[in-house]
């Protein structure tokens, strides 16, 4: 059996390198080909992304680009990767299904699903409309987006979400009540078996005491000034694991204007952060919206005391006062609800506790394995294989 899976327009294996979730984003993929199924990655990388070929067994790499030069112009870039089809069509035989990874780099994915008259299943780990619409993007942007966005959920056959506030979005902005799609939710998954709590494997790390952990890009949505000037209130610290770039450079100058405790820290391998988010008791995210953010799942995973703002895509994935704590997106609340778990070790346990309880029953990687499987099921291109071979 033998599908082909779109990487995210412009994305590359050399960015989910660069970003360090290379291990993270290529795992589940690894679990199916162990069970009998093959791929190819269509990626809008350059040559270097051919360094990965045979690497991986089962997974065949075909980076768009790697025939030229990948342009840095975005119209560019568009109109390279929409022509790569009439090429693409010749290099790859008729697959049994056609997946996109986001939404945004579907487009393609659509067109070849129709050329090969094969079923199409659209990935939607965020709803690209409503992030825009979130980000105040200009009229022009909101518009093609959500052209770009309509044409790909119409030509699922299957579509994917990670949270069933985004299938309503999704069903209510894009279709009428006389075409109604196949939505199934699926969420993001965390590997349980490494991303666990501390108190379950004594050997490995030691808590910082005074510190609080935080993880992003440093963009407007993540709202990490928020997430400073809380931090410059108290006595405790943050260590911010981050990109390095002007942005971030932005944010220290600010850590330093309001005399807050911050610690940046270049990004890690993805399979360094176990040991990094064991090693926090509390972690905080403030960000202005998110779809269902990683980073959180993988915290909770670890057992950390997890802090968010009553935000979209926060308030969806924490349970106040079981699974974490929700406060009003202020500098303020976010000082108190530091303060108050600080103080108190049993409310961090208990809150870690049910985190972890929370992410091993929802959101572990052998259920989103055993979804992933009968996706392919339901689209009706593979037997039942949903034991390992």
Known sequence: MHIVLFFSHGISMQDWHSAGILSREIRLYQEAVRRGITFTFITFGDKQDLQWQGVYPGIEIVPIFAGREKSKNRISLWLHSWYSQFWLEDKITRPDLVKTNQILGGLLAASMATRWKTPLLVRCGYEPYRFVKASAGSWWKVKFIHWYARTVYRSATRIHVATDNDKKYIVAQFFSRKKQP??????????????????????????????????????????????????????????????????????????????ADVEFHSRVPHEELPEIYQGHQIYLITSQFEGHPKTLLEAMACGCAVIGTQTPGIEELIEDNVTGLLVAPTALAIHQAIVSLMADEKYRQRLGANAFKYVEQHCSLDRAIKDEIQAYVDCKVVPDISEER
Do not use: C
């Open 182 to 259: 196949v939505i199934n939710v699926h969420p993001n998954w965390v590997d349980t078996r490494r991303f666990r709590p501390i108190f379950e494997d004594s050997n490995r790390g030691s808590m910082v005491d005074g510190r609080v952990l935080a993880i992003g890009r440093p963009t407007g949505q993540k709202n990490f000034r928020l997430l400073i000037e809380a931090i410059s209130m108290g006595s405790y610290g943050l260590d911010l694991i981050t990109d390095l770039s002007p942005e971030s450079v932005k944010l220290r100058q600010y850590a330093v204007k309001v005399g």
